[in-house]
């Protein structure tokens, strides 16, 4: 037996939120892909820097090592 769906309007609704709910995930990783590029730009734009104030390409090439490396742990996580 199949769900019936009171009037056309809750069907719309339904059919709506379930496209939405199926493009979050895909919005999120391209936003955080976003924002991975344009820190892999400003730790390749700042290597080149000989000051040891400002030199910090290291440690921003951590961080998005780190960021990447539980990103990943967090979608294998969630597969399962």
């Known amino acids: 037996m199949a769900f019936a769906f ?3 309007a809750a ?3 339904f ?3 379930s496209m939405i709910g ?3 995930p895909s919005g999120v990783i ?3 892909s976003i924002l991975l590029i344009f820190g892999i730009f400003l730790a390749y734009e700042t290597q080149s820097v000989r ?3 400002v030199n910090d390409s290291r440690f921003v090439g951590m961080s998005i090592y780190n960021v990447m490396a539980r990103d990943q742990k967090l979608s294998e996580r969630t597969k399962s």
Do not use: D, I, T
């Open 6 to 8: 009171p009037n056309a």
């Open 15 to 17: 059919q709506l939120s």
């Open 22 to 24: 199926a493009l979050r």
């Open 30 to 32: 391209g936003y955080k």
């Open 51 to 53: 000051l040891e104030q």
């Open 11 to 13: 069907k719309l609704c």
